[in-house]
């Protein structure tokens, strides 16, 4: 399968515990997502990488949220100390963001993971 | 700042009729990319369609077809034939010049046989 994969799929934690998620994008693709999903709501954004480089956070993500793509590839999402609101299913997404004159976007689809559920109990 | 907009919380539609689902942006940003994902109860996020801001046609992908106003920033999604299979939650999304994706809070479909 050469789509977008994350694991573990699901997750039950106790309160207080550390949670560690990883996704591994589609090959060569230079762009990663993260993003937080609760039941009846639309995705939220929570951070994204170009390559390595982190280039944005969301406010959501508060100081017990970290990610990472050391190497350009992979991306962990660790969430320490959780708590019972940090239950949610987290999404992670990739794509290929294209050259500057294709700035149209054309063809820069966001392709998505099964996600992540977590439960904090 | 962007803004997605979808304001049918939830849709009826009879087995292989055709049924639109509404959604309006808003962007800053001159070149965006607009895009319809299916949610199934399973929960993973299916890629349906993509419409960039220049296009100058509208983008079709079999039954799915999207209905992009440029100047009413609106993009809909049309679904014709549609299909029992075809019930889930669907979510417009839209994508600016840094591709950092916004999405709306979702239409849940249900097909009627």
């Known amino acids: 399968d050469t789509g977008v994969s994350q694991n573990p799929r699901h997750k039950i934690t106790k309160r207080g515990q550390n949670v560690t998620f990883r996704c591994d994008p589609i090959?060569?693709?230079?762009?990663l997502y993260w993003y937080r999903q609760t039941l009846g709501q639309g995705p939220e954004f929570l951070t994204y990488?170009?390559?390595?480089?982190?280039?944005?956070k969301s406010r959501l993500l508060s100081d017990r949220f970290s990610a990472e793509r050391p190497k350009g590839s992979f991306s962990t999402l660790e969430i320490q100390r959780t708590e019972q609101g940090d239950s949610a299913m987290y999404l992670c997404?990739?794509?290929?963001?294209?050259?500057?004159?294709?700035?149209?976007?054309?063809?820069?689809?966001?392709?998505f993971g099964e996600g992540s559920w977590l439960t904090v109990v | 700042a962007q803004k997605i907009t979808q304001t049918q919380p939830g849709m009826f539609v009879q087995e292989k009729e055709a049924v639109t689902l509404d959604c309006t942006y808003d962007?800053?940003?001159?070149?965006?990319?607009l895009f319809w994902y299916k949610q199934p109860s399973s929960g993973e996020m299916i890629f349906l369609i993509y419409?960039?801001?220049?296009?100058?046609q509208n983008a079709t992908e079999g039954r799915y077809s999207l209905n992009f106003q440029k100047a009413r920033k609106s993009a809909n999604l049309v679904i014709s034939a549609s299909q029992l299979g075809d019930s889930a939650m669907y979510f417009c999304?839209?994508?600016?010049?840094?591709?950092?994706?916004?999405f709306g809070t979702g239409t849940k479909l249900q097909v009627i046989p």
């Open positions: 090959s060569e693709h230079n762009r």
């Open positions: 997404a990739s794509s290929l963001l294209g050259k500057e004159r294709d700035r149209g976007l054309s063809g820069n689809t966001i392709y």
């Open positions: 999304a839209l994508a600016g010049g840094y591709q950092k994706v916004t």
């Open positions: 990488f170009q390559n390595e480089a982190q280039l944005e």
């Open positions: 962007t800053s940003d001159p070149s965006y990319g």
């Open positions: 419409q960039g801001s220049y296009d100058q």
